[in-house]
């Protein structure tokens, strides 16, 4: 089904980001990534306590391969 777009502004995509108007087939991102944060690293608010006295992350990662992204094309 065709697909009529008025206008339309981008301000960035991140090198894993898709951008799409109209009809597709597959998308298909190939990026994967890990993220390693502290407590209270993730919270959002006008007015934000986070009490975290003693706090640690653990980045050691003991396998080789998470979510394989090989077959994702």
Request: aromatic share 10%; hydrophobic share 35%; no cysteine.
């Amino acid at each position: 089904m065709p697909a009529v777009v008025g206008i339309v502004q981008v301000n960035s995509i991140v090198s894993s980001g898709v951008f799409h108007i109209g009809d597709v087939y597959r998308i298909a991102p190939v990026s994967q990534t890990k993220t390693f944060s502290g407590a209270g690293s993730f919270n959002t608010a006008e007015q934000l306590y986070v009490y975290n006295h003693q706090s640690s992350t653990n980045t050691s990662d003991k396998d080789f391969v998470d979510q394989p992204i090989k077959l994702n094309v």
